[in-house]
């Protein structure tokens, strides 16, 4: 099936709420548990100390997007990797420095993909839609991206841990207004448009979809995606109508 593009792709994403919401969108779409670097690993190098703390946080993001962080504990990661718990705590650290190191990686999937898009070039609108895009991708298939909405949903527990996700999306909101008054300036964006208000209202709708979606659903996530972004195409367009949008 072909992927929209704003200009050559376009953005990636959904998950779930917390446990039973994560468990249910993502259902087959799930990889398989990971293979534990532990079974026949004697090496001590710092190669296998890297590939054991990577199983770990996988481990870990798969955990919480099917049973949730509080529904999640060391014993179940641990068990997962068929090790002991002291283990898991010498490969990562406690239950909070696993989150944060888990929050972490997925903050940088999102940041990889803001820049993705900008090195693809096209006009502001273009790019920040194929961010999304690629946002909406990782949300729906990476173990990590499916934690911006379990994590999004446990702010309040763990307040360090939202100061780094904030950060994170204030840049790419940043970026975004850029993006759009750049494009208002050259006359391809409505000159009453406010970039604050565009880019607030672009993520707002954009942020619902990871939230009721579901694969089992009539409509795959292409055509989702794509309803949502001929709509801010032709609200904030002053030609909507023009090959390089709707292409």
Not at 45 to 61: C, F, M, Y
Not at 131 to 160: C, E, K, M, P, T
Request: with cysteine; net charge positive.
């Amino acid at each position: 099936m072909p992927t929209p593009r704003p200009k050559a792709s376009t953005s990636r994403a959904p998950a779930a709420a917390a446990a039973g919401r994560a468990s249910a969108h993502t259902g087959a779409g799930c990889a398989s548990p990971p293979e534990s670097p532990w079974r026949g690993q004697r090496e001590h190098s710092e190669r296998a100390r890297l590939a054991k703390r990577e199983s770990v946080l996988r481990a870990a993001a798969r955990a919480f997007a099917l049973r949730g962080v509080q529904g999640t504990s060391m014993d179940d990661i641990a068990a997962e990797l068929s090790v002991t718990k002291p283990t898991i705590y010498r490969a990562v650290g406690d239950k909070e420095a696993l989150i944060q190191a888990c929050e972490e990686r997925m903050n940088a999937r999102f940041l990889q993909a803001m820049h993705e898009a900008e090195a693809d070039g096209g006009t502001g609108l273009q790019k920040a839609l194929r961010y999304q895009w690629l946002s909406l991708q990782l949300i729906d298939g990476d173990d990590f991206g499916r934690l911006v909405i379990v994590l999004g949903a446990n702010r309040d527990l763990f307040s360090a841990l939202s100061q780094s996700t904030r950060a994170m999306r204030e840049q790419v909101q940043s970026r975004v207004r850029r993006w759009i008054e750049a494009d208002r300036r050259a006359g391809l964006v409505r000159a009453e448009i406010d970039p604050r208000v565009a880019a607030l209202a672009l993520f707002a709708t954009f942020n619902f979809i990871p939230r009721w979606y579901r694969r089992e659903g009539s409509d795959s996530l292409e055509r989702v995606f794509e309803q949502h972004r001929r709509m801010f195409v032709w609200a904030l367009s002053d030609q909507p109508e023009a090959h390089w949008l709707l292409a």
